[in-house]
Every structure is written in C-alpha cells, then in structure tokens.
C-alpha cells in the first residue's frame, strides 16, 4: 500500500491548483456534463472536433485534486488526438486505475496510478474520461455558449 502522501504526489497538487485548458471553449460542437455522487465531484467537458480529430477541448466544474487533475490532464493528453486514439487512452487510463492493466504507454497520465490502492477514489479519476466518451457520443451536436 501507498499512502496519501505519494498518491497526492505534486504533480497532482499542481494541475489542481492550475488546471490546463479550463473554461468554456467557444466553437465548441461536443459537450458532456458528468457527477460522481460518491464525491461530489462535476466536470463539463467541452470539444471541437472536425474530422474525427479533437482540435480543442476544454474543462469547467468542480471536484476534489484528483477529479480535477484528472480532468486537466485528460485536456492536455488528448488534444490533437483522433477519436479513436483518444478512446484508447481512456481504455488504457482506465486499466490502470482500476488495476487490471498495466502501465509503460500512459506518460504523464501514470501520475495517476496511484488510485488503484484507493477504490473510493477511482470513480474521482475516471469521471473526466466518461464524460469525453459521452461527449464524442454526442455526434455534431451544435453546442451554443450562451
Ligand atoms: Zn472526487
């Protein structure tokens, strides 16, 4: 087992205290809202994806460090990625949290390999990611900002 102390390493800290690519995202065509009851956490995670390549991608919400890291490195990891690279991620990501898989492909993703000895926490990590597959789901929906 690890403790809290390694599980909340700074990198985690870091992407909570300044999360990448957060706010609406103007131009947006994809869009998903997810809740994980069991923390509390939200996240809306916006898209623009023309081609079946994601262009863009933004994040707005609240969550606890590890909701909120894990969205901000899902944005950083998966823009300029196809559709169907970025569900692979989410199945490797996913993997690794729950510990079914092991990690080496994750890069900076395998910050967050620690959940795997914290099951409480996981649903926290892998919210973002269901909210992008129900947001690529969401096939050419116009979004409006306003
Ligand atoms: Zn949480």
Redesign the pocket.
């Known amino acids: 087992m690890i403790d809290l102390r390694e599980l909340y390493q700074e990198t985690i800290f870091d992407h909570y205290r300044k999360p990448r690519n957060y706010g609406r995202l103007d131009g947006a065509n994809r869009r998903a809202e997810g809740y ?1 009851p ?4 939200k996240v809306v995670l916006y898209l623009r994806v023309e081609n079946g390549v994601i262009l863009d991608v933004r994040f707005e919400g609240s ?5 909120t890291a894990s969205a901000s490195l899902l944005t950083e990891n998966i823009k300029g990625r196809s559709e169907e690279e970025a569900l692979q991620l989410m199945d490797g990501f996913i993997g690794m949290v729950t510990g079914v898989a092991t990690t080496g492909e994750l890069g900076k993703l395998e910050v967050l390999a620690g959940v795997r000895e914290f099951p409480q ?1 996981v ?3 892998t ?1 973002a990611w269901h909210t992008m597959k129900a947001a690529l789901k969401n096939a050419d929906e116009p979004v409006t900002t306003e």
């Not at 069991?38 to 956490?41: A, F, P, R, T, Y």
């Not at 969550?63 to 909701?67: H, K, Q, R, T």
């Open positions: 994980n069991l923390c509390g956490d969550g606890c460090a590890i909701a926490r649903k926290c990590a919210l």
